[in-house]
């Protein structure tokens, strides 16, 4: 019992020193995986834990894309930044890839309609974790998180998103040979002027669904993302009561779902010019610009590439609040998101060259921080 304990908590609080694994490296607060390789081309993934525990999860899964051998085939990428607690991103990075090799088996193919169908399940999945535990842990209706996914396959990238994580493409400029942000993910979050009225249309009655508080736009002066997974606090009626702490509390009765679970969903077709992608979660965002990460990976060595933006991101934050890179690294989880959020970064390489020939090599699948949890919850 107290082998399985310490095991558990090793997976959660990371261990101050260095060690190696074949799934990454970990320096204290600091995972990473420099270098691997996708059925598309190359990779580079990094998370830095600032919470007290990790609320940033992330997956990439790259070979079979079903549960049928004849495929599809391609690579599937996802980041997962919770709030509210770790609870809903791990139950994410559990259960929202087996939902989607799934229904892709169903339809024998990957679609935009696949992937919803994904979202769905996942957010149904744990909506029936927030019944089961509401009598002995109501405060689990209040944690959520955002859901970012870029799937390959065929020559086509998919991307979905709900709450406020980023996918960025980097595309070279034939005529200047300058490599172009493109964002290519919609965001939720209502510090956005378009995101804020889509709330008021979407509740008319309801003059304050959107609330600037302490400078800063709120949803119901509560969250600042529209659309997530969780937060059933604000999805249904009957888990936005007692024994639920005040401060979630509505004041007056839910009409409607306040919050939304529907990914945006688009697709595009992959160019020889499309050099790679950018996944990161807000954390990375609020330091850089797109144009600022794509520079940063254009202009340097691939292997490292997902720390180097972590590390840059780190440094813009310490000089935000004019003290050395060194000494914030000092700061621990928990103390440490006062200066910044948990940071995921997973950038991929599309090599072009082999799109057409998706079905070879190994399959690869790892998660950020190289961590597994009990499928339970």
């Known amino acids: 019992m107290l082998a399985t304990l310490m095991k558990l908590l090793s997976a959660c609080l990371w261990p101050s020193s260095s060690s190696d694994s074949s799934a ?10 420099d270098s691997g390789q996708h059925l598309l081309g190359e990779f580079s993934m990094a998370v830095v834990q600032a919470n007290n525990l990790l609320e940033d999860q992330s997956q990439l899964e790259s ?31 559990d259960h929202l890839f087996q939902h989607l090799k799934r229904f892709a088996a169903e339809e024998a193919c990957l679609s935009m309609d696949v992937i919803r169908k994904a979202y769905e399940a996942t957010e149904e999945g744990f909506l029936g974790v927030v019944t089961k535990q509401w009598p002995v842990k109501p405060q689990i209706a209040a944690v959520g998180s955002c859901c970012l996914v870029g799937v390959i396959c065929g020559g086509m990238l998919y991307i979905a998103n709900v709450g406020d994580s980023r ?42 669904i959107v609330v600037l508080k302490h400078n800063v736009w709120r949803v119901k002066g509560l969250i600042q993302i529209s659309r ?34 529907e990914p945006s969903i688009t697709e595009h077709e992959i160019q020889p010019h499309d050099q790679f992608l950018i996944f990161a979660s807000d954390g990375l965002w609020e ?18 590439i997902a720390r180097r933006l972590v590390k840059m991101a780190l440094q813009a934050a310490a000089k935000k609040r004019e003290m050395r890179y060194t000494d ?30 998706a079905k070879g090599g190994p399959s690869v699948s790892i998660r950020g921080g190289g961590m597994t949890f009990p499928k339970k919850l």
């Open 167 to 208: 996918a960025v493409l980097g595309r070279a400029v034939k005529a200047t040979g300058e490599v172009i942000a493109l964002q290519l993910s919609a965001e939720h979050n209502v510090s956005i002027e378009s995101v804020r009225q889509e709330m008021y249309s979407l509740h008319p009655d309801d003059s304050h």
């Open 63 to 93: 070979g079979p894309l079903s549960t049928l051998d004849s495929g599809p085939y391609g690579t599937f990428v996802g980041v997962y930044d919770g709030h509210g607690g770790p609870e809903t991103s791990r139950f994410v990075n």
């Open 228 to 261: 997530s997974i969780g937060d059933v606090y604000l999805k249904k009626a009957e888990f936005n009561r007692e024994p639920l702490y005040t401060k979630y509390r509505l004041r007056e009765p839910m009409k409607r779902p306040i919050l939304s679970g």
């Open 328 to 357: 914030l690294k000092k700061i621990e989880r928990g103390v440490r998101r006062h200066f910044h959020d948990d940071i995921t970064v997973v950038v991929i390489f599309l090599d072009t060259n082999v799109m057409s020939s």
């Open 24 to 33: 990454g490296r970990q320096d204290g607060l600091l995972w990473y995986k």
């Open 287 to 304: 330091q850089m610009s797109n144009q600022e990460a794509v520079d940063i990976v254009q202009n340097h060595p691939r292997n490292g």
